[in-house]
């Protein structure tokens, strides 16, 4: 399930510098700026309901690259059918405007009624096992010891479920979509949150949730190490799909990459 702000945002500057690997299920590499050094650590992309075709996530993952040393992946997990289209993205709307029934019904129009098979096709279960499986392929052929993934909107629930399974050693949540409370009973590797002040799906009374659930571990071998960071004057979307044209907005984007490769450099040490 997607929302009327997950179709508002802007194009990033710039062009990626990295490529589509064929032999990685088509998966976008932003490699190690440092050629002669090889990092044994590595960090997935998982992006919003846009997907590749967005060079939103291709640009996060460079400047990653740059940051931490390391490759950087973006995997297909739509399967080459992203849930939205690239052109049915939306410029944002005032971050103090609440959303009306009326907005989600064009929303749904638009976007979700004659786009059943897409989102059918990358149900959580399926973009789950798509993740997984290529966190295999990527172990197998490179090597890498640790794995982190950051998930923006879709991508951040994604991230929530997939912090519960083993197969990654610490993880980014930006604005997730839907996601329960027993999914965040389930995380076992350490999280940081990227919340926006204005927010349908993670509003401040689940945020609070979330957070008295994970503090409520301190003391027990459950505990893992957690941080919450919410980014005042922005909406859901901001961290991979800024507003342009409003400079502080741009400003919590930026400061929300130097948080998610701050909580790598932390949590991703061999």
């Not at 990358?122 to 789950?128: E, L, T």
């Not at 991508?155 to 610490?170: F, K, N, Q």
């Not at 009973?185 to 945020?207: G, L």
């Amino acid at each position: 399930m997607s929302c009327p702000r997950c179709a508002e945002g802007y194009i990033l500057p710039d062009e990626p510098k990295g490529s589509i690997l064929p032999d990685f299920s088509g998966a976008y590499l932003a490699p190690n700026p440092d050629t002669e050094t090889r990092s044994d650590r590595t960090v997935i992309v998982l992006t919003d309901v846009f997907g590749l075709p967005a060079k939103n996530p291709k640009l996060i993952a460079d400047t990653l690259a740059e940051r931490l040393r390391c490759d950087v992946w973006v995997p297909d997990y739509f399967n080459g059918r992203p849930i939205f289209k690239l052109d049915a993205m939306n410029l944002p709307e005032k971050v103090d405007r609440r959303m009306t029934i009326w907005d989600w019904l064009r929303f749904f129009w638009k976007n979700i009624l004659f786009n059943l098979g897409a989102h059918w096709s990358s149900r959580p279960s399926v973009a789950d096992q798509r993740v997984a499986s290529f966190i295999a392929l990527i172990k197998e052929k490179k090597g890498y010891k640790k794995i982190g993934a950051v998930g923006y909107c879709f991508g951040g629930s994604t991230c929530i479920r997939l912090a519960s399974t083993g197969l990654i050693d610490g993880s980014v949540i930006c604005h997730p979509g839907p996601f329960s409370l027993s999914q965040v009973r389930a995380i076992r590797t350490p999280v940081s949150w990227v919340c926006a002040e204005t927010d349908e799906f993670f509003s401040n009374s689940k945020q609070n949730q979330c957070e008295a659930e994970l503090a409520g571990r301190k003391g027990t071998d459950r505990f893992v190490d957690y941080e919450f960071k919410e980014y005042k004057g922005v909406v859901q979307g901001f961290a991979c799909r800024p507003n342009l044209a409003k400079p502080e907005v741009v400003e919590s984007y930026k400061s929300a990459l130097d948080q998610t490769a701050s909580w790598f450099e932390k949590t991703l040490v061999s």
